[in-house]
């Protein structure tokens, strides 16, 4: 009896959505909608920052003290490029691949040092930060796309 090769009956582990693989390609999805959303919340974070100083803690002794209005700027440019590349990764790019890595290590340095200002949403930005820099170098898709 001849064996004809479909989708439905490969070779167990052959799946295209084995559950690691379907893990990534769904954290890949996940990456980009946060680094999107991330984004767009840093970029009403560095606006809040440029116009008013009163609405941030004062942080006296802490070592990575910067004027509220370099931070700003900070945010605001992260938040731009967040953006992009979060747009970039729902297309499945490499270069928003590449750059989502870049901008996730970026995103969460800068939370690290925005601790003392918003405690709760630094430690949650730096934990969506960690997820998406593992999802992106977990998947690596069949036909990267430049």
């Not at 991330?38 to 560095?46: A, E, F, S």
């Not at 590449?98 to 925005?114: D, E, P, Y």
Request: net charge neutral.
């Amino acid at each position: 009896m001849a064996h004809t090769a479909t989708p439905h009956n490969r070779p167990h582990g052959d799946e295209p959505d084995s559950t690691p693989r379907a893990w990534a390609v769904g954290g890949t999805v996940f990456a980009g909608i946060v680094l999107l959303v991330g984004g767009v919340l840093d970029i009403l974070k560095g606006i809040t920052a440029l116009s008013s100083d009163a609405i941030y803690t004062t942080v006296n002794q802490y070592v990575y003290r910067f004027s509220l209005n370099t931070w700003g700027w900070v945010l605001l440019a992260l938040g731009v490029v967040a953006v992009i590349t979060g747009l970039g990764l729902l297309t499945d790019a490499m270069w928003a691949r590449i750059l989502g890595v870049m901008m996730a290590s970026l995103t969460l340095i800068a939370n690290f040092m925005w601790l003392p200002y918003q405690p709760l949403w630094a430690i949650i930005s730096i934990a969506l930060a960690a997820w998406v820099i593992w999802a992106l170098c977990a998947h690596r898709p069949q036909h990267p796309t430049l």
